[in-house]
């Protein structure tokens, strides 16, 4: 009997145990400190919308100034301005819809989930980036798919970072809008007393008005630079991932627990 059961063994003897790396990927992370990340997505937003309405005459992230230019266009316009917005609109809708799906099916706060989000953002601008960098589309050239295509790219990405606010239960920093902030920001009771120094949310509304500004500088930069929407799509494909290896050492749950 003894000779039987060591030949056949029981199921949990045989049964092979998920290397430290499974583990890893699979842990839940602690959401504690994510709006650190959202904050950073706010420089990335700056970066690729000021270089995109400088050089593109779009939006790729902020929609709402998007949907006033398509719907200038629909009561009639001399320039191509609505058709790209429109594009921008539809490719950030559909990517809403992706990535909310993508973390409705799996579990949202996973560490391979956060990862795989990231990096099929980073994924999308580097095929945007790419495509500026071989064919070089002039700023005053004719509408075309080198414009209409990386614009729905980009916009279709940058609806992740909204979503992984969600995700994270930071639904005031969506890293794709500020009025609502500023709004929150300057209506606070405390404003003018130094009790909003120190004041959690007041402190993320404020650094993401920073966050996006500086982004809105350095997408100035490269756009009035040679390289133009090339040089701010490359570095915001670095932002991102730079966001990945964050996630991929970020502390997770039971760690957090743990300590």
Not at 59 to 65: L, R, Y
Not at 159 to 166: K, L, M, P
């Amino acid at each position: 009997m003894s000779e039987t059961q060591a030949l056949l063994g029981n199921g949990r003897a045989n049964k092979p145990r998920p290397s430290w790396l499974a583990k890893h990927l699979c842990s839940e992370l602690d959401p504690h400190y994510g709006d650190l990340v959202l904050l950073f997505c706010y420089i990335v937003t700056g970066l690729l919308d000021s270089s995109a309405v400088f050089i593109w005459g779009s939006f790729v992230s902020m929609q709402t100034g998007n949907t006033v230019y398509f719907g200038l266009g629909l009561v009639g316009t001399d320039d191509d301005r609505w058709i790209k917005s429109g594009v921008s609109i539809a490719g950030f809708c559909l990517g809403s819809l992706c990535f909310a799906t993508f973390h409705r099916v799996f579990p949202a706060r996973r560490r391979w989930v956060l990862c795989a989000s990231f990096l099929a953002q980073t994924f999308l601008v580097s095929i945007a980036a790419l495509i500026v960098t071989i064919y070089r589309p002039a700023r005053d050239a004719p509408l075309s798919w080198l414009v209409l295509v990386p614009v729905a790219l980009v916009a279709f990405q940058s609806s992740g970072q909204a979503v992984t606010s969600r995700v994270l239960n930071f639904g005031g920093l969506t890293s794709v809008v500020l009025t609502s902030i500023y709004c929150d920001l300057f209506s606070h009771p405390d404003l003018l007393t130094r009790k909003v120094v120190g004041h959690t949310e007041e402190m993320r509304r404020l650094g993401a008005v920073l966050c996006l500004l500086f982004g809105v500088v350095l997408g100035g930069l490269w756009a009035h630079s040679a390289v133009g929407m090339m040089g701010a799509l490359w570095t915001a494909a670095i932002l991102k991932l730079m966001i990945v290896a964050a996630w991929l050492f970020w502390k997770g749950k039971n760690d957090a627990d743990a300590a």
